[in-house]
């Protein structure tokens, strides 16, 4: 099993990007943290960042073909992407929403999603564990391990 791992704008500033809100950890060290539990759970991962949305889109498509699912924090594209909703929604592949921050506790634009309603999970608030959770939850359901 294969998943891509999607960071949107501003992520790769991770670590000095207002500690106060997003913490310490670099995007290096989400990353680490991700592998890490990729490798417990014996799936491979494929990782991006970009800050254009137009990358992000071709990305989801080409991904589509090798990957089964996508971890994505689409940052400021949450509050604004139809687009990168739509390109979610094409491919057909499974994924989940990430946040570091707990967004539903901070400005009112941020409490709006264009993709938490056809997401498979949504993880806010943890920092990096945020991804790690997400991964977790996004295999169980490729596995069939929710199923009742
Ligand atoms: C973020 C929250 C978004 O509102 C913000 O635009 C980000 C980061 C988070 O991980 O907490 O860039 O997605």
Do not use: C
């Amino acid at each position: 099993m294969k998943i891509a791992i999607v960071h949107g704008p501003n992520l790769r500033l991770l670590g000095r990007r207002e500690p106060e809100i997003y913490g310490p950890a670099s995007l290096t060290d989400v990353n680490a943290a991700l592998a890490s539990e990729a490798q417990a759970l014996g799936v491979e991962l494929e990782f991006f960042q970009s800050n254009h949305e137009g990358e992000i889109l071709d990305f989801v498509e080409d991904a589509s073909n090798r990957v089964d699912g996508f971890v994505v924090n689409p940052a400021g594209l949450t509050h604004t992407s139809v687009s990168l909703r739509d390109a979610l929604l094409a491919v057909g592949r499974p994924f989940v929403e990430v946040h570091l921050s707990n967004t539903a506790a901070r400005e009112p634009f941020r409490r709006r999603s264009y993709l938490a309603d056809v997401a498979a999970g949504v993880v806010l608030g943890f920092g990096p564990q945020s991804y790690v959770l997400g991964l977790r939850g996004l295999v169980d359901q490729l596995r069939g391990a929710n199923r009742d």
